[in-house]
């Protein structure tokens, strides 16, 4: 039976696919005691890199929204990799780092962070609910526009 989780992400008609093997010499996600750390998750959907380039210049905030709220669903995935597939375990989002490839003179990082933060809160309730940082980056790995990572609790 599909749990409370599963159930909210099917009414959102989000399809969780197998989280990305990482790419380079780390893993995707660390479990230390009750709380698991995610690798930044990047626009990886399908096996294909999205939204591509720097907000502010090749992209809308709007287009930084979705890119984050991909980045938040590749999370979601690796949670329930992390939870043995159940991700009722998640007890809470602690914290979301977002990095948004922008130029020199963009300024809102946070409402581009705010596809993340408003998936987790979407999907687990008060629950979702976390601190973060918002921040600017220069360049992002393959010219990505959004990285998030995130620290969760689990039971």
Same mark, same amino acid.
Do not use: W
């Given at each position: 039976? /599909?749990?409370?989780?599963?159930?909210?992400?099917?009414?959102?008609?989000?399809?969780?696919?197998?989280?990305? $093997?990482?790419? %380079?010499?780390?893993?995707?996600?660390?479990?230390?005691?009750?709380?698991? @750390?995610?690798?930044?998750?990047?626009?990886?959907?399908?096996? =294909?890199?999205?939204?591509?380039?720097?907000?502010?210049?090749?992209?809308?905030?709007?287009? *930084?929204?979705?890119? %984050?709220?991909?980045? %938040?669903?590749?999370?979601?995935?690796?949670?329930? /990799?992390?939870?043995?597939?159940?991700?009722?375990?998640?007890?809470?989002?602690?914290?979301? *780092? *977002? @990095?948004?490839?922008?130029?020199?003179?963009?300024? =809102?990082?946070?409402?581009?962070?705010? *596809? $993340?933060?408003?998936?987790?809160?979407?999907? @687990?309730?008060?629950?979702?609910?976390?601190?973060? $940082? %918002?921040?600017? /980056?220069?360049?992002?790995?393959?010219?990505? /526009?959004?990285?998030?990572?995130?620290?969760?609790?689990?039971?």
């Amino acid at each position: 039976m /599909a749990g409370k989780i599963d159930a909210k992400l099917k009414e959102l008609g989000i399809d969780l696919k197998e989280p990305a $093997a990482p790419v %380079a010499n780390y893993v995707g996600y660390v479990i230390s005691g009750n709380l698991v @750390f995610v690798s930044g998750q990047v626009t990886l959907e399908d096996g =294909q890199l999205k939204y591509l380039g720097k907000v502010g210049a090749d992209l809308s905030v709007e287009d *930084g929204q979705k890119a %984050a709220r991909l980045c %938040a669903i590749n999370i979601v995935a690796q949670l329930k /990799a992390a939870c043995g597939g159940d991700l009722d375990r998640v007890k809470r989002i602690v914290r979301l *780092g *977002g @990095f948004v490839n922008s130029t020199p003179d963009f300024t =809102q990082q946070p409402e581009v962070v705010n *596809g $993340a933060s408003d998936l987790m809160v979407e999907v @687990f309730g008060d629950a979702g609910r976390h601190c973060r $940082a %918002a921040v600017s /980056a220069g360049a992002l790995p393959r010219n990505v /526009a959004v990285e998030v990572d995130c620290i969760a609790e689990i039971g």
